[in-house]
């Protein structure tokens, strides 16, 4: 049996469980996808406007917040990230870009009593200022590092 089939086959195994769970009520369709989706905090063009679309009052720089990633991205296509918040009680953390299309580029939820630890990749359309924005105590926070690309970038 050749790769591809095993990948199909395996595909549709789990296809059938996920409906059977559907049809029996343990998962419901609404429960499949984002439960916090905010539409108008990916749509922000700019920091400040992503903050108040979160819904938090304007951030203060913070030395707890910790943003890590290259100085210069070779390729801005896939840049990665990590944050690192040492605030208690982290409610969310945010990777922001400021000179991309959609300033918000990334929004994680974190569960009481986790690790505030988040690596992910974004893109860059342009070199940029990048923002790790974290939500603590009802309260906002970042740290923020400019990243320099030198080829690639979202377009090419």
Do not use: H
Request: charged share 20%.
């Amino acid at each position: 049996m050749d790769s591809s089939r095993r990948e199909m086959l395996r595909g549709a195994g789990g296809i059938a469980v996920m409906a059977l769970a559907m049809a029996a009520g343990l998962l419901k369709p609404a429960a499949a996808r984002a439960m916090t989706w905010n539409k108008a905090a990916f749509d922000t063009k700019s920091f400040a406007d992503a903050v108040k679309a979160l819904g938090g009052p304007p951030a203060v720089e913070s030395k707890d917040v910790v943003l890590d990633g290259p100085d210069i991205a070779e390729n801005g296509a896939v840049v990665q990230f990590t944050i690192r918040s040492q605030l208690l009680d982290t409610e969310s953390i945010a990777v922001l870009v400021e000179k991309n299309p959609n300033t918000l580029a990334a929004n994680f939820q974190i569960p009481p009593g986790t690790d505030a630890f988040v690596t992910t990749r974004v893109k860059l359309a342009e070199s940029s200022k990048v923002y790790a924005l974290v939500k603590a105590g009802g309260k906002y926070f970042y740290a923020a590092k400019d990243v320099k690309v030198t080829i690639g970038g979202c377009g090419g």
